[in-house]
């Protein structure tokens, strides 16, 4: 019995002597100079802290530091630039022009001079045709009632002489507003145009009675032009009309 536990031993003990050389040789021996297991959260913490040239530590927020807060500096105000002129090349810098101006704009917001004159500017040269050719229809869309019945009667009176008129205009040299101003709820401009033009009158015989077909006359007409605010119609009347200097 103790030969065979005896034995029974050396196997074992031969066995245990293989498996250690076996791990030995695929392991190897420990030196003292291995390297830590890799632990992933370990490595993140030691590449915030670390000053290496490689790795730039961000900043954190100086609240979360307990420091004080970084004072924005302190910006200076903007002086507001010189006003601009509103009404330059339209009216003098406070006129009574200027203000008859603002005034319209503060009720009628659309309200544009230099659009007003360009529009002017073709009013009159139509309705000076119109005159000259009888063309009521064109007259009765652009002047008021009292302006249009005048024009009208003059108009009759040259038919029932049987004299013809002719008109050509040559140039409109300027077109300026001479006045502005708000009624109520009417605005008025008041217009001056500087044109040349070539005008003459006929008799039924054909005979000039006024004007010379052959020379050019230098025209300064001011008329006044008004407009309910209100309306949603945008255009003007003719309201006034007078020989200017």
Do not use: C
């Amino acid at each position: 019995m103790q030969d065979v536990f005896d034995t029974f031993t050396i196997i074992m003990l031969v066995l245990a002597l293989l498996i250690f050389w076996k791990l030995r040789s695929v392991l190897g021996q420990r030196t003292g100079r291995e390297r830590p297991p890799y632990d992933p959260f370990s490595a993140r913490d030691q590449m915030r802290g670390s000053t290496g040239d490689k790795v730039v530590t961000l900043p954190t927020r100086a609240v979360e530091q307990g420091a004080k807060p970084v004072e924005k500096p302190v910006e200076k105000p903007v002086e507001p630039a010189e006003p601009v002129e509103r009404w330059k090349g339209i009216a003098a810098s406070g006129s009574a022009t200027a203000a008859g101006l603002d005034a319209i704009l503060g009720v009628d917001k659309s309200f544009d001079p230099r659009h007003f004159l360009t529009g002017a500017r073709a009013a009159y040269e139509m309705i000076v045709v119109a005159f000259a050719q009888g063309d009521r229809r064109t007259l009765r869309e652009w002047l008021s009632k009292d302006v249009y019945d005048s024009f009208e009667a003059a108009i009759r009176e040259r038919e029932s002489s049987g004299e013809t008129t002719e008109t050509r205009f040559v140039s409109i040299d300027s077109t300026e507003i001479a006045g502005a101003e708000l009624r109520g709820r009417t605005a008025q401009l008041t217009t001056r145009f500087v044109s040349q033009l070539v005008s003459v009158t006929r008799d039924k015989s054909g005979n000039v009675t006024d004007g010379n077909p052959d020379a050019v006359t230098d025209v300064t007409d001011v008329w006044t032009f008004a407009r309910d605010v209100t309306s949603r119609d945008p255009n003007w009347k003719l309201v006034a009309t007078e020989a200017g200097q």
